[in-house]
């Protein structure tokens, strides 16, 4: 299993740029989540989805949007990017919503 | 109040010694109970989960869950450097996903 990856790595974007970062996991997880992470803060909630066609905001949506097609993917597009977009953001998913997390590897995204 | 809280630290403690992490939650309906460890650019993993007040050990690790005074801990026994991380609480609140808490920065000292 490769539990939850994420795409890209890294990513600059210049202001007003769009750009869609891609989750997936292969666990069969209902939950997915998509936090963002400031430099020395802890994890903030973006969006989250309870199945697919099922998405909610967090604590922070503004500026982003979410979709959730099918069991495995659950992608966060980024529209009109702005500096304050600068982060690193993090997909996670669980079997159940009190359960343990599971989180990817992460995208670095700066915007310019 | 915020929901979950803990010490930012940086704690700093020598190699071989016991660290102490605290946390500390606001709703008492909480019933499940994890503790994250973070390296520096990396993602959180999962080290321990607590569902029952108590103690609950894994190796070095021991969770500790007091639900009537609202807290969880985190001790890390025989510290090496290769522990020093940032630290999450995360606490099922009932509602959304888990709460995190900002983590403790945890320094082990050769």
């Known amino acids: 299993n490769a539990g939850v990856t994420q795409t890209p790595k890294f990513r600059i974007l210049k202001i007003g740029q769009s750009m869609t970062l891609q989750c997936t996991q292969d666990m069969n997880h209902n939950y997915m989540y998509w936090y963002r992470q400031d430099p020395g803060m802890g994890l903030k909630l973006i969006y989250y989805?309870?199945?697919?066609?099922?998405?909610d905001k967090g604590e922070v949506p503004n500026g982003y949007n979410v979709s959730r097609s099918t069991t495995e993917d659950f992608p966060l597009r980024l529209e009109l990017a702005a500096p304050s977009q600068t982060s690193v953001y993090f997909c996670?998913?669980?079997?159940?919503?009190?359960?343990?997390?599971?989180f990817g590897p992460g995208t670095r995204l700066t915007v310019t | 109040q915020k929901e979950v809280e803990q010490n930012s630290g940086p704690l700093s403690v020598p190699e071989g010694a016991i660290a102490s992490l605290n946390c500390t939650y606001s709703d008492r309906g909480s019933q499940s109970f994890f503790w994250y460890r973070q390296y520096s650019g990396k993602s959180p993993e999962l080290i321990m989960s607590?569902?029952?007040?108590g103690d609950k050990e894994d190796g070095r690790f021991t969770a500790q869950l007091n639900k009537a005074s609202q807290y969880v801990s985190l001790l890390i026994r025989d510290s090496q450097p290769s522990d020093s991380a940032t630290y999450l609480c995360?606490?099922?609140?009932?509602?959304?996903?888990?709460?995190f808490g900002s983590g403790t920065r945890l320094q082990v000292q050769p």
């Open positions: 995360a606490v099922d609140t009932g509602r959304r996903a888990l709460t």
């Open positions: 989805s309870v199945g697919a066609g099922i998405t």
């Open positions: 607590i569902y029952s007040n």
């Open positions: 996670a998913s669980s079997r159940n919503i009190e359960d343990e997390q599971y």
